[in-house]
């Protein structure tokens, strides 16, 4: 069973980048799928971008594409999403999760492993 703790949020600036990771243990990493997956004030889970466990195969949210990149090194154990151009409704609590298997599907349903999650505020 792989365990999952995020890092990197904060507060920034409207515009302003941050980038996220996702550090994972206690289990091969490079058997997982990985997500990230955002919930903001009051709403539901929102599906953000995924990479397969190769790093071959990634996805954006379409309304994030263009501003937020996936990737992950796998020496390190780790995922990141690195987030430009921050908009006031990315606001939210960022999520990694992980899957294991070659399946990269996108509803956060289908991932078993997730982290605490980290707090970003996008605010001026």
């Known amino acids: 069973e792989v365990q999952l703790v995020e890092s990197g949020g904060g507060l920034v600036q409207p515009g302003g980048s941050l980038r996220l990771s996702c550090a994972a243990s206690?289990?091969?990493?490079?058997?997982?799928?990985m997500t990230w997956v955002r919930q903001a004030p009051g709403k539901g889970l929102e599906w953000v971008a995924l990479?397969?466990?190769?790093?071959?195969?990634?996805y954006v949210a379409e309304s994030m594409k263009g501003r937020f990149t996936i990737s992950r090194d796998n020496a390190k154990n780790t995922v990141y999403v690195q987030m430009n151009s921050l908009k006031p409704e990315d606001t939210a609590v960022y999520y990694c999760?992980?899957?294991?298997?070659?399946?990269?599907?996108?509803?956060?349903?289908?991932?078993?492993?997730w982290g605490q999650g980290t707090q970003v505020t996008v605010s001026s």
């Open positions: 999760a992980a899957r294991s298997g070659m399946a990269v599907p996108t509803s956060p349903d289908n991932y078993a492993f």
């Open positions: 206690g289990s091969t990493f490079d058997d997982y799928a």
């Open positions: 990479v397969s466990w190769t790093g071959d195969v990634t």
